[in-house]
């Protein structure tokens, strides 16, 4: 299994280089040159399966026995593959040193802090949208001090963050000389797990059946809270794998997704819209490429020209049958405050459950798209859901319910924190490249003279 760039700049990659990486040296993303595929007998042959097992079968796909044989993965690593690498805990040895980098919308830097707090040899650099996330997803992250975690509050969007992150994935010295390597979506080996969730999520409530051989396999629907479209990337790779599934993609009030399948309109608004789900509030569905990579035949000169375009001006209006090529395999809906809020206190009422806002995104289809009992609609249904509501307090408490805190989360508040912050000014993205690299280049000179960071 090798892989190349969404933009074809980049062939004959393997897995260790795509997880040690970001974007691509040529600004795309990586992807596998060529998909296996799961034939019916095999997903049949899966059902029953722990979830932990079905991440070994996924991974066992996209990993070549010569970097971890397969008695490893079923093994050693058959309890924790999926923390494994998605918290980038490889069963090989860091190079001598690593820096994580990573652009959050709220809960992707607290996962990667938690998972790489307190490793030698590794360090972790974090920027956050200042005022854009929850006190608890903020302070999840500005409260570890751990001398390898560097957590920076940037004056701007989720979407400003990308900008300088991109310019420094495409620095290859900066890259090679620093084990620069992300923790988003951007990095394959994230996507790759994903394809488990749908996986599993298939074997569990689409109604397939082992004994069922030679029979048609069942459609389910699954149903995605979408922001920066890594989940919904993850859900149409296993579709062209062989899982049949329909995919519906719900956005909040930051709707390109929606209006680029309704109508082709590829276009970022000219601010990011503030929402009671943050994690999705994201104008720039970069996971994107890698959907229009393989819709446009793995045509990567076409799908560069299309994402500089958009990079350069923020706007690309789809072609008819490129848009139709897309709305043949993604469905979409767009969801306000007001209908986060509704859904939230429906669901209460109907199974005393507390949704998150993001989940209340998806749940939403629930409410407003009955499932309809034809031949032309999937016999079952999939939310997926995204975040605990205690992280989500003031939407909770918005909506007329209650949820009791965590102790954990409660514990936060007393906690000291240590943050930098990156000011906007006339020349943003250009200044906070530069305290980014100033930061990482600084970070490795200690590391190298076996020196702590912080006094």
């Known amino acids: 299994m090798q892989y190349c760039s969404t933009r074809g700049g980049v062939r004959g990659w393997d897995f260790r280089d795509v997880l040690f990486s970001g974007y691509a040296p040529d600004g795309g993303m990586f992807m596998p040159e060529s998909l296996?595929?799961?034939?019916?007998?095999?997903?049949?042959?899966?059902k029953g399966m722990s979830y932990t097992k079905v991440v070994v079968e996924v991974a066992s796909l996209f990993i070549p026995p010569q970097l971890i044989p397969r008695d490893d993965l079923e093994g050693e690593l058959g309890g924790k593959i999926h923390r494994c690498i998605s918290s980038m805990e490889t069963p090989w040895p860091l190079r001598t040193l690593?820096?994580?980098?990573?652009?959050?919308?709220?809960d992707t830097?607290?996962?990667?802090?938690?998972?790489?707090?307190?490793?030698?040899?590794l360090d972790v650099v974090v920027v956050y949208p200042r005022g854009r996330i929850t006190p608890v997803q903020e302070k999840h992250m500005i409260s570890c001090l751990k001398d390898n975690v560097h957590v920076f509050a940037a004056d701007g969007s989720s979407d400003n963050i990308d900008q300088p992150l991109r310019r420094l994935?495409?620095?290859?010295?900066?890259?090679?000389?620093?084990?620069?390597?992300?923790?988003?979506?951007?990095?394959?080996?994230?996507?790759?797990?994903q394809l488990a969730h749908f996986i599993y999520a298939y074997l569990e409530l689409s109604g397939v059946k082992q004994d069922d051989v030679?029979?048609?396999?069942?459609?389910?629907?699954?149903v995605v809270p979408t922001g920066g479209a890594g989940n919904i990337a993850a859900g149409l790779i296993v579709k062209q794998m062989g899982l049949p599934l329909k995919l519906v993609a719900m956005v909040n009030s930051n709707d390109i997704v929606h209006r680029m399948v309704t109508s082709g309109d590829f276009s970022m608004a000219a601010n990011v819209t503030q929402t009671l789900a943050p994690a999705i509030d994201i104008?720039?569905?970069y996971n994107m490429e890698r959907v229009f990579w393989l819709l446009l035949g793995r045509d990567g000169p076409k799908v560069k020209a299309m994402m500089e375009e958009f990079q350069r001006s923020h706007r690309h209006s789809l072609p008819e049958n490129h848009r139709r090529l897309l709305s043949q395999v993604l469905s979409t809906g767009t969801v306000t405050d007001e209908g986060i809020l509704e859904t939230m206190r429906n669901c209460w009422e109907e199974n005393q459950y507390v949704l998150c806002p993001h989940t209340a995104v998806a749940v939403w289809h629930h409410y407003h798209c009955p499932h309809m009992l034809s031949p032309l609609f999937s016999r079952y249904r999939c939310y997926i859901a995204t975040a605990s509501p205690a992280k989500f307090q003031a939407a909770v408490e918005k909506a007329g319910l209650t949820f009791d805190l965590p102790e954990a989360v409660l514990a936060l508040e007393k906690l000291p924190t240590r943050y930098q912050e990156l000011e906007r000014s006339q020349n943003w993205c250009e200044d906070w490249e530069g305290r980014l690299r100033?930061?990482?280049h600084s970070v490795s000179a200690a590391r190298k003279n076996g020196m702590t960071y912080y006094t």
């Open 36 to 46: 296996p595929l799961l034939s019916p007998d095999t997903l049949r042959s899966w």
């Open 98 to 106: 690593a820096t994580v980098l990573v652009g959050t919308s709220g």
């Open 109 to 121: 830097g607290g996962s990667a802090i938690q998972s790489a707090k307190g490793l030698p040899g």
């Open 169 to 193: 994935f495409a620095d290859q010295e900066l890259v090679k000389s620093h084990g620069l390597m992300s923790l988003n979506s951007v990095n394959w080996s994230r996507v790759m797990i």
């Open 214 to 222: 030679g029979a048609a396999l069942p459609e389910l629907e699954v």
């Open 283 to 285: 104008q720039d569905p």
């Open 438 to 440: 100033e930061r990482i």
